[in-house]
């Protein structure tokens, strides 16, 4: 009966997520939000203008999810970010620092000692990444930050996959050492840290965060293969309402060249490119379409970043929502933004690219001079 009592337990991971505190001299607008971490859809989320008082939140979750404090008033920038645990509690507290830790049910006072265990090293990379991303966005060559990145970045990530070891080693039977695991960017890592953890750890419901991640891993890396499968085959059809709220097909397009280019009005490397867009669009008028298929925006947003960067290619939406309508980010695979997918006048996928990547330019150049 105790071992059935045990498993039914384990089994229930839905429950009740509570949020409270207090972020005493702050002067912006924070808002708390909970995200899935498999979908990267919101849970739920709560805005709180008033900086200073008591801050308040709660929902119903599934599964282990993720939570965001972020700050609205500076460009929706992450404050900071912790693991949002069904039937847990989590209170921010300030220190004489102005420095906020955890308290709360158990699981949060020991993932706060965890976060802090190796809050040094995580930094130290976390800065050197951001550090890379705002000096490609200011115009240093990519190729430039990438090679300083290969040189840099190996060493402080095994920094960061060390002192996860040493915690998890330190604590194998504890929920937090579970939920550190997704602190960690290469699932190749995240597996062999996990290894040291106890079987009631890696089957508690913390540990789904790390899990999740390995499963969109491999997801990502299926994907990956079917795009370049892809290349030399029929494009997947696909209808879309455009800007004038009129279907537009994919294949009515045959006969030119067609990017279709996957982007959102939130992404940032999607508008960096815009420039370099709008100058190949105009060199190969006449031998060249593009259609652009908003992802993750409001149909406002949406037309509201066409009129505002002045977008003159084709235009249609794709809601998220509409289960009955065409998915061509499942179709094609899309697992990252801005994606670039070119066909030929034939109809045939030619190639494939992520990223914005000078590769992309040099191949239009390639086929269409």
């Avoid at 993932?111 to 200011?138: D, T, V």
């Avoid at 190729?143 to 604590?171: G, R, S």
């Avoid at 039977?173 to 597996?191: C, G, H, I, K, N």
């Avoid at 190949?280 to 060249?288: E, I, N, V, W």
Wanted: a negative charge; one cysteine or more.
């Amino acid at each position: 009966m105790l071992m059935g009592m045990m498993a039914l337990g384990a089994m229930a991971q839905g429950g009740e997520f509570k949020v409270s505190g207090t972020f005493e001299g702050r002067e912006d607008t924070v808002a708390l939000v909970v995200v899935n971490v498999t979908t990267s859809s919101t849970i739920e989320e709560k805005v709180f203008p008033v900086t200073g008082q008591l801050i308040e939140m709660s929902c119903e979750l599934k599964d282990a999810a993720m939570l965001f404090v972020v700050d609205v008033d500076n460009g929706t920038k992450g404050y900071m970010s912790v693991p949002a645990i069904p039937g847990e509690h989590v209170i921010f507290k300030k220190d004489a620092n102005n420095i906020t830790y955890l308290e709360g049910s158990q699981f949060y006072v020991d993932y706060n000692l965890a976060e802090r265990s190796i809050e040094k090293p995580l930094m130290a990379l976390k800065n050197f990444e951001g550090e890379c991303q705002h000096r490609m966005m200011n115009g240093v060559p990519e190729d430039v930050v990438m090679k300083e990145y290969e040189e840099k970045a190996p060493a402080l990530n095994q920094a960061l996959v060390d002192a996860v070891t040493a915690y998890v080693k330190a604590h194998p039977d504890q929920d937090a050492a579970a939920a550190l695991l997704s602190q960690l960017d290469d699932t190749d890592d995240m597996e062999a840290v996990a290894a040291l953890l106890t079987e009631r750890a890696r089957g508690s419901v913390a540990a789904n965060l790390y899990k999740s991640m390995l499963a969109a891993e491999q997801k990502e890396r299926e994907e990956e293969a079917r795009q370049e499968g892809m290349v030399g085959s029929p494009a997947p059809d696909f209808t879309l309402n455009d800007i004038n709220g009129k279907p537009l097909a994919l294949s009515s397009l045959r006969g030119k060249w067609v990017i279709i280019d996957f982007w959102g009005s939130w992404c940032k490397w999607c508008i960096k490119g815009i420039p370099d867009m709008k100058e190949y669009y105009t060199k190969y008028s006449g031998k060249l379409e593009i259609l652009g298929v908003d992802c993750n925006d409001t149909v406002e947003k949406w037309k509201n970043a066409v009129k505002e960067y002045e977008l003159p290619w084709l235009h249609v939406y794709w809601d998220k929502d509409d289960e009955n309508g065409d998915n061509p980010l499942a179709l094609y695979g899309v697992r990252g933004f801005p994606t670039k997918v070119i066909i030929d006048p034939k109809g045939n996928v030619a190639k494939v690219i992520v990223g914005e990547d000078p590769a992309f330019y040099e191949y239009l150049d390639q086929v269409l001079k």
